[in-house]
């Protein structure tokens, strides 16, 4: 069975400071495809990352980063610098077909100005 | 950056009414979803759909739920006999491969 948890339901932080938002994903299938999708006020979902089960090298995009291991079934988010604009719901994902995506709960996270 | 699109933004109706829910996937994409939101709660998966035909679907998708692509450019979600507990947030999303690309969602009012 295939499952993500974000055991974080809320944060808060200060404009600057930095955030690490956690998902912890189950499945039995050796290929696999870890998502992070962020979801704003306004209710669209975007697309920021995919990551593939046989590759475990981080990523960094700006000021998003992204922390993978398999050793833990973990896919970790890092916002560095956090900025109001930041301010959003965060779900991480799960799929290995890449038809049916598994969807955590999701994080909300607000960042104070 | 060509986006997928959804209409109506909002949709109401009563209880036992059927609505049609449309979508325009990018237009170079030969994989397209249907999820939805209940409010609060998490992205649920209803459909794929992939060569004129559905690929895989979930258990929420039962016989009251149907797709349809009409044309080459619209992918439709086809509720018969709405009930209250259909109301939610509905996404289309559509992909070339693995990235699925979402909607900005029609949010289903039943009453």
């Known amino acids: 069975a295939q499952k993500v948890t974000q055991a974080q339901t809320e944060i808060s932080v200060v404009e600057k400071e930095d955030v690490t938002l956690d998902c912890v994903y189950e499945t039995r299938d050796t290929t696999y495809y870890l998502f992070w999708y962020k979801q704003p006020p306004s209710g669209e979902l975007v697309f920021l990352i995919r990551?593939?089960?046989?590759?475990?090298q981080n990523e960094i995009s700006g000021r998003y980063s992204w922390n993978f291991q398999k050793s833990t079934s973990s896919f970790n988010f890092t916002i560095t610098a956090s900025q109001v604009v930041d301010s959003a719901v965060y779900f991480c994902?799960?799929?290995?077909?890449?038809?049916?995506?598994?969807f955590g709960t999701g994080t909300s996270l607000t960042v104070i100005p | 950056e060509p986006e997928v699109t959804q209409t109506p933004s909002h949709q109401v109706t009563q209880m036992g009414q059927e609505v049609i829910l449309r979508c325009v996937p990018i237009s170079n994409h030969l994989y397209f979803y249907w999820y939805r939101q209940i409010l609060g709660q998490k992205v649920e998966f209803l459909v794929s759909f992939y060569n004129n035909e559905i690929s895989e679907k979930s258990e929420i998708f039962d016989d009251q739920f149907s797709v349809e692509r009409p044309d080459g450019s619209n992918f439709t979600l086809k509720i018969r006999s709405t009930k209250l507990e259909d109301s939610a947030m509905y996404f289309c999303?559509?992909?070339?491969?693995?990235?699925?690309?979402f909607g900005p969602g029609t949010r289903l009012t039943v009453t």
């Open positions: 994902a799960l799929s290995n077909t890449g038809n049916q995506f598994y």
């Open positions: 990551r593939n089960s046989f590759d475990e």
């Open positions: 999303a559509s992909s070339e491969g693995l990235n699925k690309y």
